[in-house]
């Protein structure tokens, strides 16, 4: 980011990320933004889907940096509500950033995030302002959409991270490989889906289908290894299951 066209700092921080680590780095977040003299405010969530209200919110302000201080749930919050703010107000241009303290951190990684806090917190001031490609998925839950910027998956690696989220004891990518090993074992027949691709349609059995923004899920899986989050495209990654 451009520091000259940033006049404050809203850090929306996730407490319970990273399984409830996260709230060991507050005080080296807030003594960074202090001894750099940066004005900021730290704003934390409370529940599921604070982050988008925060973020919808709060980038109103100009000259307002939004970063998202959490995991890849955190930050797909805040990017749902910098754009539930965008449609709002199609002239608004918002600057986002982030200090991926969760597990996996892949979105971080896709979009070349230096891998430590400290490294991210002097990229904040250091770097420069890109654009970022989102993508937007409807049905189920979300009728009306939600966006996200790292990547969404169908079939095997989404029982995957649900797997790895009842592992509380276990972090980072550990807890995906365990998942996807148990998954392995119990993974129901794939479901036959009807697919259109740049107007082509086709009917399949894949076992796994994930649309990337980035470059990995789970921490370790790399569904699109050359993904790049701004050169305008959407990576497809789809496998078939095996009889």
């Not at 934390?44 to 100009?62: F, Q, S, V, W, Y």
């Not at 990337?212 to 921490?219: A, E, H, V």
């Amino acid at each position: 980011m451009e520091l000259d066209n940033i006049k404050y700092f809203s850090v929306i921080f996730n407490p319970t990320a990273g399984k409830g680590n996260a709230i060991k780095k507050l005080p080296i977040i807030k003594q960074f933004l202090d001894y750099n003299n940066l004005k900021y405010e730290i704003h934390t969530t409370e529940r599921i889907g604070h982050a988008i209200d925060l973020a919808e919110e709060l980038c109103e302000k100009e000259g307002t940096a939004i970063i998202a201080a959490g995991g890849d749930g955190t930050i797909n919050e805040v990017i749902n509500g910098l754009m539930n703010a965008k449609i709002k107000n199609s002239d608004l241009s918002p600057i986002f950033g982030i200090l991926p303290i969760g597990r996996g951190n892949d979105f971080a990684f896709g979009a070349g995030v230096p891998a430590t806090l400290e490294d991210c917190l002097k990229a904040l001031i250091k770097g420069n302002i890109q654009p970022m490609d989102v993508g937007l998925i409807k049905g189920g839950d979300y009728p009306l959409g939600r966006y996200f910027g790292n990547g969404i998956g169908v079939g095997f690696d989404t029982i995957v991270g649900l797997e790895a989220a009842k592992m509380k004891h276990i972090h980072g990518a550990a807890g995906y490989m365990i998942g996807a090993i148990k998954t392995l074992i119990t993974y129901p027949a794939a479901p036959e889906i009807e697919m259109e691709i740049n107007g082509e349609k086709g009917v399949y059995t894949p076992a796994l289908v994930s649309i990337m923004n980035g470059r990995r899920m789970g921490g370790t899986f790399f569904m699109a290894p050359d993904g790049k989050n701004n050169d305008g495209l959407l990576n497809l990654c789809m496998t078939q299951q095996g009889t």
